[in-house]
């Protein structure tokens, strides 16, 4: 079950929407690139197994391109409580993320946007309807899975970096393997492990801290020991949450560019928020978040 | 992994959490020493009970007349138990009074005075191990030695204080005596002769034996064995319970030393009741062979033993029964092979010979109430000790939860990471456990080098108190006896750990439930 994807493979009736077979997914299909059009969901439920079914789809006929949207939500609400009020913070969101696409999310402090990434990692759950990933449903899938997917293919980074302060810098990259693997898994491929990690530290250009504890470091450093620790794992999507909003100008350009050659080069899928519009210009493409939608920028 | 790596950093780096350890740490140090000492008094005190008492006694009820026929008893015993009994040996036991001169003065005591058979004493419980002539602790002979007593108490190690006193016991103490005695009878015939020679006056002999045979117009003589040569005779031997024979001084500091009012060699009259009804009181004199040093205070200031034959014969426990001349006792010590059960007889022997006439009790029915109190006393320390360590539990929990709080991002990031909630719990209930067993190893060592040093620590407290600790005036041990038993140091380490682990599961699941967002978002 470590692989939301086989389970699709397994149990195709998940896929099995009414639609499935529908002439406007198939013409979508064939034009990996074009248009959103086919995974926009319409109101109607069963629509909403679009997604699911053009991932198999693709996935069936083998050869062609990855799934096209990797990530997308359907009508995603949130709302926060205060006291008896439930003030809506997502109304609706609709959204999807290409395989390989740099997309920057840019909303105005407090209109959601960081609800919006958590809600993509799995870190909380919306109050109605549903994120995909890779065509698979994840909002509602057990916390043990849910655990699993944030280890495995999801890499998250935040604005306070959040790494952890007991552990020095090559730890901190280490702990998502550590948390992944059992015990005896982990020291039994220890040195393998630690020079992923050594290399992907070097490869940030902070191969000569490994031993620093994070209050040793600068803001830029911690930031780009927080995206080694986020790849380390090898995930197919990295959620930036503000990467660059404690970071001067010239450390903050310095990780957008890091992140845009991991893009590139890597063919990493990236979601990042921010609130400022210079530093969304960087990624392929930008979305507006505003009163709690989506708005095409 | 990451749960022992944290745990292990958090270990390193959090000392407060150290501090809330170290309750447990007293805690386990505390009830380690405690259980040590009273399983070392309840050790010292129950082999020294059975030393003394023999495995079953069959006993008469009645106090002074006892029960006749004693071969005939023991004939009946061996039939109802007789493939578990090693050996058997009748005993006389009666209350009297010890007159010993110290001095110019005479003491009285009450005691109790037990007729033994010298060679069957040492068969049936080990109480010659008691005695202060190596000869003696062999076999006990009735017959005053001639020197070589211990001059240091042999039960006590090598730190045991000196009785220099004890190196003229023996007979040549006694040939000192006699030349006193003599050169004071020279003295007061020739003042008789020459009444106005001197002021002095006649001093009371140091010896009461020595003033009565002062007198020759003396004919009132309670003593039936009649007058001796002090020099070279001796009367019927007899041991004395050290504590009545000695006191026992503070010579400053923590030392002590005892002093001894009479030795091996003087002569004590005893007066015992006879077993005419009603009683008669006769007089007996007796010569001091040896001191029997038990430990047990209650005892050593009680006993004096006597041989057998001679109290019978003093108290006219005897009858003639088809011409042949038949003893009573008053009670029969029973020595059991080894392995069996001592209740298992006395049951037996219970249903043979009727309890109106007879009690019939084992060496543990006797001490009963002692070694319970002991037993009791023990179970109640152990519990208000351990509510110490459960207080300290509660430390331990307080810190935790704040620990938790402190450390409620790092619990979002990891969540973040994809750890679980189970592997949250992971990190604090291993820190917890790592603290307990931290706490716990750090009292065992702390208990068991307190309990090592455990005679030099209550001699410096003694010092800095000005009160000793262990006084052995009260406790007739020189020693404090401690015994470690590695079950209860098992029992009480795992006991503190487990408190320790129990404290930190609460904290452990507050961190597991943590929502992971508002993890992250704390401050």
Same mark, same amino acid.
Request: overall charge neutral; some cysteine; charged content about 20%.
């Given at each position: 079950?470590?692989?939301?994807?086989?389970?699709?493979?397994?149990?195709?009736?998940?896929?099995?929407?009414?639609?499935? $077979?529908?002439?406007?997914?198939?013409?979508?299909?064939?034009?990996?690139?074009?248009?959103?059009?086919?995974?926009?969901?319409?109101?109607?439920?069963?629509?909403?197994?679009?997604?699911? $079914?053009?991932?198999?789809?693709?996935?069936?006929?083998?050869?062609?391109?990855?799934?096209?949207?990797?990530?997308?939500?359907?009508?995603?609400?949130?709302?926060?409580?205060?006291?008896?009020?439930?003030?809506?913070?997502?109304?609706?969101?609709?959204?999807?993320?290409?395989?390989?696409?740099?997309?920057?999310?840019?909303?105005?402090?407090?209109?959601?946007?960081?609800?919006?990434?958590?809600?993509?990692?799995?870190?909380?759950?919306?109050?109605?309807?549903?994120?995909?990933?890779?065509?698979?449903?994840?909002?509602?899938?057990?916390?043990?899975?849910?655990?699993?997917?944030?280890?495995?293919?999801?890499?998250?980074?935040?604005?306070?970096?959040?790494?952890?302060?007991?552990?020095? $810098?090559?730890?901190?990259?280490?702990?998502?393997?550590?948390?992944?693997?059992?015990?005896?898994?982990?020291?039994?491929?220890?040195?393998?492990?630690?020079?992923?990690?050594?290399?992907?530290?070097?490869?940030?250009?902070?191969?000569?801290?490994?031993?620093?504890?994070?209050?040793?470091?600068?803001?830029?450093?911690?930031?780009?020991?927080?995206?080694?620790?986020?790849?380390?794992?090898?995930?197919?999507?990295?959620?930036?949450?503000?990467?660059?909003?404690?970071?001067?100008?010239?450390?903050?350009?310095?990780?957008?560019?890091?992140?845009?050659?991991?893009?590139?080069?890597?063919?990493? $899928?990236?979601?990042?928020?921010?609130?400022?519009?210079?530093?969304?210009?960087?990624?392929?493409?930008?979305?507006?978040?505003?009163?709690?939608?989506?708005?095409?920028? | 992994?990451?749960?022992? =790596?944290?745990?292990?950093?958090?270990?390193?780096?959090?000392?407060?959490?150290?501090?809330?350890?170290?309750?447990?740490?007293?805690?386990? &140090?505390?009830?380690?020493?405690?259980?040590?000492?009273? #399983?070392?008094?309840?050790?010292?005190?129950?082999?020294?009970?059975?030393?003394?008492?023999?495995?079953?006694?069959?006993?008469?009820?009645?106090?002074?007349?006892?029960?006749?026929?004693?071969?005939?008893?023991?004939?009946?015993?061996?039939?109802?138990?007789?493939?578990?009994?090693?050996?058997?040996?009748?005993?006389?036991?009666?209350?009297?009074?010890?007159?010993?001169?110290?001095?110019?003065?005479?003491?009285?005591?009450?005691?109790?005075?037990?007729?033994?058979?010298?060679?069957?004493?040492?068969?049936?419980?080990? #109480?010659?191990?008691?005695?202060?002539?190596? /000869?003696?602790?062999?076999?006990?002979?009735?017959?005053?030695?001639?020197?070589?007593?211990?001059?240091?108490?042999?039960?006590?190690?090598?730190?045991?204080?000196?009785?220099?006193?004890?190196?003229?016991?023996?007979? /040549?103490?006694?040939?000192?005596?006699?030349?006193?005695?003599?050169?004071?009878?020279?003295?007061?015939?020739?003042?008789?002769?020459?009444?106005?020679?001197?002021?002095?006056?006649?001093?009371?002999?140091?010896?009461?034996?020595?003033?009565?045979?002062?007198?020759?117009?003396?004919?009132?003589?309670?003593?039936?064995?009649? /007058?001796?040569? =002090? &020099?070279?005779?001796?009367?019927?031997?007899?041991?004395?319970?050290?504590?009545? &024979?000695?006191?026992?001084?503070?010579?400053?500091?923590?030392?002590?030393?005892?002093?001894?009012?009479?030795?091996?060699?003087?002569?004590?009259?005893?007066?015992?009741?006879?077993?005419?009804?009603?009683?008669?009181?006769?007089?007996?004199?007796?010569?001091?062979?040896?001191?029997?040093?038990?430990?047990?205070?209650?005892?050593?200031?009680?006993?004096?033993?006597?041989?057998?034959?001679?109290?019978?014969?003093?108290?006219?426990?005897?009858?003639?029964?088809?011409?042949?001349?038949?003893?009573?006792?008053?009670?029969?010590?029973?020595?059991?092979?080894?392995?069996?059960?001592?209740?298992?007889?006395?049951?037996?022997?219970?249903?043979?010979?009727?309890?109106?006439?007879?009690?019939?009790?084992?060496?543990?029915?006797?001490?009963?109430?002692?070694?319970?109190?002991?037993?009791? /006393?023990?179970?109640?320390?152990?519990?208000?000790?351990?509510?110490?360590?459960?207080?300290?539990?509660?430390?331990?929990?307080?810190?935790?939860?704040?620990?938790?709080?402190?450390?409620?991002?790092?619990?979002?990031?990891?969540?973040?990471?994809?750890?679980?909630?189970?592997?949250?719990?992971?990190?604090?209930?291993?820190?917890?456990?790592?603290?307990?067993?931290?706490?716990?190893?750090?009292?065992?060592?702390?208990?068991?080098?307190?309990?090592?040093?455990?005679?030099?620590?209550?001699?410096?407290?003694?010092?800095?108190?000005?009160?000793?600790?262990?006084?052995?005036?009260?406790?007739?041990?020189?020693?404090?006896?401690?015994?470690?038993?590695?079950?209860?140091?098992?029992?009480?380490?795992?006991?503190?750990?487990?408190?320790?682990?129990?404290? #930190?599961?609460?904290?452990?699941?507050?961190?597991?439930?943590?929502?992971?967002?508002?993890? =992250?978002?704390?401050?």
């Amino acid at each position: 079950m470590s692989d939301p994807r086989q389970r699709i493979e397994e149990e195709p009736s998940l896929g099995g929407g009414p639609l499935s $077979t529908g002439p406007a997914v198939g013409i979508d299909l064939s034009a990996p690139g074009g248009p959103d059009l086919a995974l926009t969901p319409s109101d109607d439920e069963g629509s909403a197994a679009a997604p699911l $079914t053009a991932t198999r789809a693709l996935r069936v006929t083998a050869s062609g391109p990855r799934a096209q949207h990797q990530l997308a939500t359907v009508k995603l609400k949130k709302s926060y409580r205060k006291g008896d009020v439930a003030i809506p913070v997502l109304k609706g969101v609709n959204l999807q993320v290409r395989r390989g696409e740099f997309l920057a999310i840019v909303g105005q402090s407090g209109s959601g946007k960081s609800t919006l990434l958590h809600l993509l990692g799995t870190l909380d759950a919306p109050d109605e309807r549903t994120v995909y990933f890779d065509g698979e449903r994840i909002d509602n899938l057990p916390s043990r899975i849910r655990d699993r997917l944030r280890n495995k293919h999801f890499g998250m980074i935040f604005q306070m970096y959040h790494l952890l302060p007991e552990l020095t $810098t090559l730890e901190n990259v280490l702990a998502p393997l550590m948390i992944g693997r059992s015990v005896l898994g982990f020291l039994r491929r220890r040195r393998e492990h630690h020079a992923a990690a050594a290399r992907l530290l070097d490869m940030v250009g902070l191969g000569h801290r490994l031993k620093h504890k994070p209050r040793e470091l600068s803001g830029g450093e911690m930031q780009r020991a927080a995206i080694a620790r986020a790849l380390v794992a090898g995930p197919e999507l990295l959620l930036a949450d503000e990467p660059t909003g404690n970071l001067d100008g010239e450390t903050g350009n310095e990780i957008l560019r890091l992140l845009g050659s991991l893009n590139r080069q890597e063919k990493l $899928t990236i979601v990042m928020v921010t609130h400022d519009q210079a530093i969304a210009r960087r990624a392929d493409r930008v979305v507006r978040l505003i009163d709690g939608r989506i708005e095409d920028a | 992994m990451y749960q022992l =790596l944290l745990c292990w950093r958090y270990l390193r780096t959090r000392y407060i959490a150290l501090a809330s350890i170290i309750s447990v740490t007293l805690g386990v &140090a505390t009830m380690i020493v405690v259980n040590s000492v009273m #399983s070392g008094f309840t050790t010292e005190m129950r082999d020294r009970i059975h030393n003394i008492l023999s495995d079953v006694v069959l006993e008469s009820r009645s106090l002074l007349d006892g029960f006749p026929d004693a071969e005939g008893h023991m004939e009946r015993i061996r039939e109802v138990a007789g493939d578990s009994i090693e050996a058997m040996t009748p005993m006389v036991v009666v209350p009297a009074m010890v007159s010993m001169p110290v001095g110019d003065q005479t003491l009285n005591w009450q005691v109790q005075v037990i007729g033994v058979d010298p060679g069957a004493m040492s068969q049936v419980a080990d #109480s010659c191990a008691y005695l202060q002539h190596p /000869e003696n602790r062999k076999e006990l002979s009735f017959m005053l030695r001639d020197g070589g007593y211990d001059t240091r108490d042999h039960q006590a190690g090598p730190d045991a204080p000196e009785r220099p006193e004890m190196a003229y016991a023996g007979w /040549e103490y006694r040939r000192q005596l006699a030349e006193v005695r003599a050169f004071r009878e020279e003295l007061a015939r020739s003042r008789e002769q020459y009444p106005e020679a001197g002021p002095l006056r006649a001093d009371a002999p140091e010896n009461e034996g020595g003033a009565a045979a002062s007198d020759p117009f003396s004919t009132a003589r309670g003593d039936e064995t009649g /007058e001796i040569d =002090l &020099a070279t005779e001796q009367y019927p031997g007899l041991v004395m319970g050290i504590a009545l &024979a000695s006191q026992r001084h503070n010579v400053g500091g923590n030392k002590y030393q005892d002093r001894f009012l009479v030795l091996p060699g003087d002569d004590v009259t005893l007066t015992y009741p006879t077993a005419a009804t009603p009683p008669k009181f006769v007089s007996a004199k007796f010569t001091i062979v040896d001191f029997w040093e038990s430990k047990m205070s209650e005892y050593d200031s009680s006993f004096l033993f006597v041989p057998l034959r001679k109290l019978q014969e003093d108290r006219g426990m005897y009858d003639y029964f088809g011409g042949r001349k038949r003893y009573f006792v008053s009670s029969i010590q029973i020595k059991l092979k080894p392995g069996v059960d001592p209740t298992q007889v006395r049951d037996k022997l219970r249903a043979a010979f009727p309890s109106q006439f007879y009690s019939v009790s084992t060496w543990r029915d006797k001490q009963g109430p002692l070694l319970a109190a002991v037993s009791m /006393e023990t179970a109640i320390l152990n519990v208000l000790l351990f509510l110490i360590i459960a207080v300290a539990g509660f430390g331990i929990l307080a810190i935790f939860l704040m620990i938790v709080v402190e450390k409620t991002r790092d619990v979002g990031i990891l969540k973040s990471l994809g750890a679980s909630g189970w592997g949250i719990q992971g990190i604090f209930v291993s820190y917890g456990l790592s603290l307990g067993l931290v706490g716990s190893g750090a009292g065992m060592v702390l208990g068991l080098v307190f309990v090592h040093y455990l005679n030099q620590i209550a001699a410096f407290l003694g010092w800095l108190t000005g009160q000793p600790l262990f006084d052995p005036e009260i406790y007739y041990f020189y020693e404090i006896p401690a015994i470690v038993e590695a079950w209860t140091v098992g029992w009480i380490v795992a006991g503190a750990v487990a408190i320790a682990l129990l404290a #930190s599961v609460l904290p452990a699941f507050r961190a597991a439930r943590l929502h992971p967002v508002e993890a =992250l978002r704390y401050e």
